[in-house]
């Protein structure tokens, strides 16, 4: 069996998306790769951000990462000191490229920082107007309409998932696991696939029990196995300060015979396979803060 690997890229900031992207689909280009794209649409409210430094395990990963020096000293107060600006309104060209260059491109969040850190208290309202407003605006820019969506911090709620079934998509990217799944949360199985992330990030490696950068992708690479892989990078990171490092990763790929495919790619070549319905559950990783929605164990029908 071979190992095919899905790229998603999250875009998160301003400056991700004006100057990671960009670089990416560049260095995409070259090596002849194409990835899935999840765009933040709307406000960049970063600096908002401050207010989990009393969650467990924020501070440490933000020195861990750099974070000032990996989001920029900008990105940092947008929201706070400094206004909130637009993402893609700031530059419809660059989400226009990537449709171009070939990449599939969906939705990420109108805005990232509110979903992540206040989903759990959103209405049912509240989650259908943000995700609407993404979709709408991502229309207008793109041409189409987009196929799927990828959580913010993959942090999701029965509210999101019932919306995201509402929208009829053809899957969703908002969890953690090992294959592909229809999640059940809180005991109700939800009709739209979930195509998890089974790698962990960069920014979770870099820096966790010692690890240099040189060894982050050491690390990557063993986690690749026979079958579906899907790793998650991000515009502001491997974009940006760290883009170096993650084509000496796809270049190792590229000579192990990996093959990369979108994750709609993915989804199309399921066809006709049994997909298991699999719990769906917050639970912790190892470099991250916070809580993560988890593909657990196999419901029965």
């Known amino acids: 069996m071979s190992v095919i690997l899905g790229l998603k890229l999250d875009v998160d900031t301003l400056r991700g998306y004006r100057e990671g992207v960009p670089a990416l689909l560049d260095l995409l280009d070259r090596l002849n790769i194409r990835a899935t794209i999840f765009f933040s649409m709307g406000p960049d409210n970063s600096g908002k951000a401050i207010r ?29 000191l400094l206004p909130a600006p637009r993402i893609v309104d700031s530059d419809p060209s660059i989400l226009r490229q990537a449709v171009e260059r070939g990449h599939e491109c969906a939705v990420h969040a109108w ?74 949360w809180e005991r109700r199985r939800y009709a739209t696939l979930q195509v998890p992330s089974t790698l962990p990030t960069l920014d979770e490696i870099l820096g966790l029990d010692g690890q240099e950068p040189e060894e982050a992708n050491a690390t990557l690479l063993s986690g690749l196995g026979d079958g579906i892989n899907v790793h998650t990078f991000h515009a502001e990171m491997e974009g940006i300060g760290q883009i170096d490092l993650f084509e000496s990763f796809l270049r190792e790929c590229l000579a192990r015979g990996t093959c990369f495919s979108t994750l709609g790619e993915i989804v199309q070549s399921l066809g006709e396979k049994r997909i298991p319905a699999c719990a769906l559950e917050p639970g912790e990783l190892p470099g991250r803060a916070g809580t993560v929605a988890l593909q657990g164990k196999e419901m029965k029908a």
């Open 52 to 80: 989990r430094i009393f969650r467990k395990g924020f501070l440490s990963k933000m020195k861990r990462t750099r974070a000032v020096s990996t989001y920029g000293l900008k990105t940092m107060l947008y929201g706070t």
């Open 111 to 184: 805005d990232h920082v509110e979903w992540q850190d206040e989903l759990d208290r959103m209405s049912p309202d509240a989650i259908r107007l943000s995700m609407g407003q993404a979709f709408e605006l991502f229309e207008s820019v793109a041409g189409f309409s987009a196929r799927s969506c990828a959580a913010p911090a993959w942090k999701v709620s029965g509210d999101s998932l019932s919306i995201q079934d509402e929208l009829g998509l053809d899957y969703c990217s908002d969890s953690r696991g090992r294959c592909p799944f229809f999640p059940v």
